[in-house]
């Protein structure tokens, strides 16, 4: 069976509850009967293919809101091929009786290291005896456990648009209306061009444009990302290039004459080990290398309120990294 689409365009299997009806008409005043009722969802954020094919059960909780009890439960197996997932609920109620109610339901992956509730949706309303049998109550799923309902805001940032092949980056998530159990899910649209860790940590793999979706409860929030292809210079016009100054960075002399040896030590090593990545034209292997001495520059270089290293030497290094900057394609602040 062809899975529905609901709001948003979202790909999403129709998640149905429902209560068996009585057949026989109540026979006197304060007779129980049973009611239907049946819930539609509607993804908040839409949903990867990957993590809805992932499905493999659903939980449903019928809750009093008066007294926070649970009055039904339900699970079930589910394949997410099927249209409609199906609840039986039974519920009696007298004739003229209203209960305030809430729906709670969870969306379950069984993972390899337990169960992970991908989706959650929450939805309240009156249940009265009179109930109509085929009335839908609307059920917004938003993106992991039931906690994650009670946020009120998400931001991801700090991460670039753009990008060479090769690099790496993090997103920075500031949330609203936090609580226990919350967590953060973390997605790319294409992992052939960039992937992303589940703190948030994007490695760019290969040319091309990816989104970058964080989402938690009812937010998300995107990054177009657009990687680069880094394509370098035969190996002799890059020695030409930087051959004499990474030559005298990665020499003793340099190494001595620094206030700071041990500081020092540090950005030789990286500059070599940049150098040889270069020199082997290996593109994709020298930005990861480049970032790598980015942040040894950044934690002992000039400006910084370490001042470890002597000012002449740091003007080689930073012609050095500015040319491989220029090289590699990448930024490099040069202020």
């Known amino acids: 069976m062809n899975v529905r689409f609901e709001r948003l365009a979202v790909a999403a299997a129709v998640v149905g509850f429902a209560a068996c009806v009585d057949g026989e008409a109540p026979t006197g005043v304060g007779e129980p009967r049973v009611v239907s009722v049946r819930a539609v969802p509607s993804f908040a954020v839409e949903p990867a293919a990957a993590v809805v094919e992932g499905l493999d059960r659903a939980r449903v909780r019928l809750i009093d809101t008066e007294t926070d009890s649970v009055v039904a439960l339900a699970e079930l197996a589910i394949a997410p091929s099927e249209s409609e997932w199906v609840f039986d609920f039974q519920l009696e109620l007298m004739d003229d009786e209203v209960r305030n109610v809430r729906i709670d339901a969870e ?24 109930f109509e049998a ?22 991801a940032s700090g991460a ?13 998530v500031t949330l609203s ?7 953060v ?9 960039a992937t992303i860790d ?14 970058v979706i964080t989402a938690a409860g009812l937010f998300a929030d995107t990054l177009d990302l657009r990687v680069g ?24 002399l340099f190494l001595s004459s620094f206030s700071d040896p041990v500081a020092a030590q540090g950005l030789r090593e990286g500059i070599d080990a940049l150098t040889v990545e270069l020199f082997a034209r290996r593109g994709f292997e020298a930005v990861g290398r480049f970032e790598d001495v980015q942040e040894t520059w950044e934690q002992y270089g000039e400006g910084t309120e370490l001042g470890l290293l ?26």
């Open 310 to 335: 002597d000012g002449p030497q740091l003007g080689v290094v930073l012609v050095t990294l500015i040319h491989a900057a220029d090289l590699l394609g990448v930024d490099f602040p040069r202020n």
């Open 177 to 183: 209306g936090t609580a226990p159990g919350q967590r």
């Open 185 to 193: 899910f973390f997605e790319s649209s294409d992992p052939t061009i």
């Open 134 to 155: 085929e009335r839908r109550r609307l059920l917004q799923m938003g993106r992991g456990p039931l906690a994650n309902l009670a946020l009120t805001g998400l931001d």
């Open 160 to 172: 670039r648009s753009r990008v060479q092949e090769g690099a790496s980056d993090r997103l920075v």
């Open 198 to 211: 589940s703190v948030g940590n994007i490695r760019a793999l290969a040319p091309g444009d990816a989104r």
């Open 107 to 130: 969306l379950i992956d069984e993972g390899p290291v337990g169960e992970i509730v991908e989706f959650a949706g929450r939805s309240s309303f009156q249940l009265r005896s009179s």
């Open 229 to 252: 292809r880094v394509t370098l210079p035969p190996t002799p016009s890059l020695e030409g290039r930087l051959g004499a100054v990474t030559e005298y960075v990665t020499g003793e």
